[in-house]
């Protein structure tokens, strides 16, 4: 048993959080939050080169890189191409999933069900039509992802967001640094990844553990910011003659943050180790360590972030004051994929159903 | 990252399952565990001892099998799902041998490391008092110098394991009041000594587990000092630092059975298909696996730094809080029939019983204001609110 990031994993870690602490100050971040196109423009290639996209890295580091994005709200497209399996391109460029449409509003159908089309036209090239919705980074990205229907059943698909067929339109999200766009085809020429089948079903397990392991992880990232923004208030600011971290009504909050963050952080690395032994795993261990790991993470972004702006008081309600940037990063992790009471369901139903699903 | 034990470790646990399995025939979790009495209590510790399980991490030289903490980890874990008795001389073990053996004189060593081993010298803990609790640097009991060693005068209150105890690793002040936390010393007390009256104290659930001690005129010689004379803070923390290392390893060994035992109740009561305790049961399970696996983290931090980290100081505070809340929902789902007690309730009384001792659990070795007030300071930097 050696549960903690090896030195190896760690130093990954120390080297991202030194590159993203510099050149996503919350300045920086808040300004391309309310720009026009809501990302790094030049953020995507020191990523590549730093070995972030290489496809040996496990998930435990991705897992790592997630915290430490959350930290910072690392506003480039990181999370939808990470969640996709690794592909082996000479260049990786950013990526997104788009599943989201009128017939399947959670990753668990994906597999089961789409309302967007495939058909093989008489030449053999594949063409899609129909609409996904709230994808993510999609303006960012340069290959989407996209499930549909084919006769066969539910398919993967790669599609360019600017090819023929294919448009693309913004909607106004709640979060200006993951914004949601709206996908529709026509006819547009897409190439296949995966066949319907057995192989769609292992891809987008896989997608659904990795895509979900990586927020729980950033939603850990974003409890510690709100954490550390909660906690360095609280010694500086003073009144009535003492620094407010010392009157307990606002020490046991950050207390309080603390516990929830370090559980949560606990899970994500776990969840995160399982689904890279999933090989060697019953699919239900790894379900459950990802659907703890997303309840815990979530619940402890937006509980230490409604402890910050508490503890911060009437500044929170600012604008200018960043805490707000973190907080709505997570209520999007919250609003994502699958209710925490959705994912409860799934861990009582293996906890008094089935009879072989390890407990406690 | 490895969930997985090492091949040694594997091993190890393997064999101490088999062990258990034997002496321990049937499983723990049907129902509430069977009361045990003293006499098998002190025959539980004789024959971990001669087994070779008692003192894994004790250095080899003080009669130990000089074990990394992991090993522990893996005791505390499988006796707690084996449904193993408590071991009575657990504060012997895991707090007073630790610290006789970093403080002790050779003497001190001599006549109780072993005896500690072999459950023969039994040892309760006296810091506690009635006007200090968590303010332990407020202790009153006195110990004044006389030829030779000190006279005792005072009182403990809540004193687990005393009622069944030989000695007791007291705090008492040998300095003045005002000196607070640098007055104070640790002792040594023979609790068969004349001067010394143990008292049961009748607990919330009517079981006896803690007792109040007072201690009239009692004298102790000098080598009844542990540390220095007027060290004794030190040595105190020293002795509640060693139980948090493989503690939380237990405690949430124990929870675990617990929530089996919840699961159990929520078959039995007909509940399995409430929306509402479906969604506690998973919430309990989440908190469960944060603890678990947290419990880990400190422990493998503790081998790498020989430091167990920050993370220990929530292990406790969300071990009490989580335990709460699983008494709670248990004793819940009896519906009316929760406001029986004892032989008339559900499993003669067990849910009744633990909600109500479990109310301790966030008062007990650092209650939950003391423990975030710690995470505040400690780990936050805030500054101290006392
Ligand atoms: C089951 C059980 C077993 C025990 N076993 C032992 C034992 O073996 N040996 C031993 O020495 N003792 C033992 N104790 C005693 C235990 O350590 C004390 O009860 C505990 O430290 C609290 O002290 P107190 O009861 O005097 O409460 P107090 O310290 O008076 O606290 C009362 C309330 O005030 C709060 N409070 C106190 N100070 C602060 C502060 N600065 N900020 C905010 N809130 C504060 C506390 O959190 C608590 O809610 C045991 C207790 C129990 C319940």
């Known amino acids: ?77 990181w999370w939808s191409t990470l969640g996709l399996p690794p592909t082996t391109p000479a260049t990786p460029v950013p990526r997104t999933f788009a599943w989201y449409d ?202 230490a972030c409604e402890h910050a702006m508490q503890v911060l008081g009437g500044i929170a309600m600012t604008w200018a004051h960043p805490v707000h940037r973190w907080y709505r990063r997570a209520l999007w992790l919250r609003s994502f994929d699958a209710s925490s009471s959705a994912h409860l369901a799934e861990l009582a139903a293996q906890l008094l159903e089935a009879d072989d699903a390890p407990h406690g | 990252m490895d969930l997985h034990d090492t091949p040694d470790r594997a091993d190890f646990r393997r064999r101490l399952r088999e062990w258990l399995g034997e002496r321990l025939p049937s499983g723990p979790v049907d129902g509430a ?28 030289e003080h009669g130990g099998r000089g074990l990394p903490p992991a090993y522990q980890g893996i005791f505390a874990e499988e006796c707690a799902l084996a449904g193993a008795p408590d071991q009575l001389n657990v504060i012997g073990l895991n707090m007073v041998g630790p610290t006789l053996i970093r403080f002790g004189t050779q003497a001190q060593q001599r006549r109780h490391l072993t005896p500690i081993l072999r459950g023969e010298h039994l040892f309760c803990q006296g810091f506690s008092e009635p006007e200090a609790g968590s303010d332990l640097a407020a202790v009153r ?44 010393t640790c002792f040594l007390v023979d609790l068969r000594a004349e001067g010394v009256l143990t008292r049961p104290l009748r607990q919330i659930n009517g079981e006896s587990n803690f007792s109040q001690i007072t201690l009239a005129d009692v004298s102790v010689g000098e080598d009844a000092v542990l540390g220095e004379v007027g060290g004794g803070w030190p040595v105190a923390l020293t002795t509640l630092a060693h139980e948090r290392g493989t503690f939380a390893i237990t405690l949430s060994a124990r929870l675990r059975v617990q929530f089996e035992r919840l699961l159990a109740t929520v078959r039995a009561t007909g509940r399995a298909g409430d929306p509402d305790v479906r969604a506690s049961v998973a919430r309990l ?14 422990l493998t931090r503790l081998s790498r730094t020989g430091d167990p980290g920050p993370e220990t100081s929530i292990l406790k505070l969300h071990w009490s809080q989580t335990h709460q809340r699983l008494t709670r929902l248990a004793w819940e789902l009896l519906g ?28 007990a070795g650092g209650t939950s204001e003391i423990l975030r007030g710690i995470v505040a300071e400690r780990v936050a930097g805030l500054p101290r609110s006392r």
Not at chain 2, 154 to 163: L, M, R, T
């Open chain 1, 1 to 77: 048993m050696e549960f903690g990031p090896t030195s190896a994993q760690e130093e990954f870690r120390e080297v991202a959080h030194a590159f993203l602490a510099t050149r996503y100050p919350p300045e920086r971040v808040a300004e391309l939050a309310d720009s026009a196109y809501g990302h790094a423009v030049d953020g995507w290639d020191p990523l590549v080169r730093m070995g972030w996209l290489d496809p040996e890295l496990d998930l435990t580091t991705l897992a790592l890189l997630a915290e430490e994005s959350g930290y910072v709200l690392h506003p480039t497209p």
């Open chain 1, 102 to 303: 009128e017939r399947c509003r959670s990753l668990r159908d994906t597999a089961s069900r789409s309302a967007c089309r495939a058909v093989r036209s008489p030449d053999a090239a594949w063409r899609v039509s129909g609409t996904k919705r709230l994808v993510p980074d999609l303006a960012s990205a340069s290959e989407v992802v996209l499930s549909a229907e084919t006769p066969d059943g539910v398919a993967l698909f790669s599609a360019s967001p600017t090819g023929p067929g294919v448009s693309v339109t913004p909607t106004r999200s709640l979060d200006g640094l993951r914004r949601l766009s709206r996908l529709r085809c026509v006819d547009a020429p897409v190439r296949p990844l995966t066949e319907s089948g057995a192989a769609t079903r292992e891809a987008l397990g896989l997608i659904r553990w990795r895509t979900l392991t990586l927020l729980a992880a950033e939603a850990v990232g974003v409890a510690a910011r709100a954490l550390d923004l909660a906690a360095g208030h609280a010694r500086e600011r003073t009144q009535f003659g003492r620094p407010i971290g010392s009157y307990q009504g606002v020490a046991f909050r950050i207390a309080d943050s603390y516990l929830a963050t370090e559980l949560a952080r606990t899970l994500a690395y776990r969840a995160a180790w399982l689904v890279d032994q999933s090989a060697l795993t019953p699919p239900a261990e790894v379900d459950g360590a990802v659907a703890c790991a997303v309840v815990a993470g979530r619940d402890a972004a937006l509980a």
């Open chain 2, 33 to 60: 565990p069977a009361e045990v009495d003293l006499a098998r209590l002190l025959a539980w510790s004789t024959s971990l001892h001669e087994a070779g399980y008692a003192g894994l991490t004790w250095p080899a």
């Open chain 2, 141 to 184: 009991t006195r110990a004044d110098a006389v030829p030779h060693g000190y006279v005792i005068n005072g009182d403990k209150v809540w004193s687990s394991y005393a009622h069944v105890a030989d000695f007791c690793l007291l705090l008492a002040r040998t300095g003045e009041p005002a000196a607070r936390h640098r007055g104070l």
């Open chain 2, 285 to 298: 399970h989440i908190d469960l696996q944060a603890l678990r696996y947290t419990g880990y983290r400190a």
């Open chain 2, 336 to 363: 009316p029939e929760a406001a029986l007690d004892a032989e008339d309730a559900f499993w003669s009384g067990y849910w009744q019983s633990q909600l109500l001792r479990s109310r301790g659990d966030t008062i």
